[in-house]
Nanobody, 117 residues
Framework: QVQLVESGGGLVQAGGSLRLSCSAS????????MGWFRQAPGKEREFVAR???????YYADSVKGRFTISRDNAKNTVYLQMNNLKPEDTAIYYC???????????WGQGTQVTVSS
């Protein structure tokens, strides 16, 4: 497992942008698939995006074309660039890590994103 710490959340108006960061501990970060998830009030946690160890990316339909996930293995950090934000993007955003196709077994504490209309 790795220790994950998210940052970069905040309050933004609809149409604005935010970049979330997730810093990981350990020397094996590059071998992990990293994911971003979110949970809105009263809703279940949902998948947002993931990036594999070889930087293949995959997005939920709801964010495709607006969000971009990337990673910097030299900095042990994964990013989520969020553009054209909508009020329905309001949620706590979590990053998570997994090995290969295993379940995500490391989670950060979350960072709040609030999009006002």
């Amino acid at each position: 497992q790795v220790q994950l710490v998210e940052s970069g959340g905040g309050l933004v108006q609809a149409g604005g942008s935010l970049r979330l960061s997730c810093s990981a501990s350990g020397r094996t970060f590059s071998s992990y698939t990293m994911g971003w998830f979110r949970q809105a009030p009263g809703k279940e946690r949902e998948f947002v995006a993931r990036i594999s160890s070889n930087s293949d990316t995959y997005y939920a339909d709801s964010v495709k074309g607006r969000f971009t996930i990337s990673r910097d293995n030299a900095k042990n950090t994964v990013y989520l660039q969020m553009n054209n934000l909508k009020p329905e993007d309001t949620a706590i955003y979590y990053c998570a890590a997994r090995r290969g196709r295993n379940s995500y077994d490391s989670w950060g504490q979350g960072t709040q994103v609030t999009v006002s209309s």
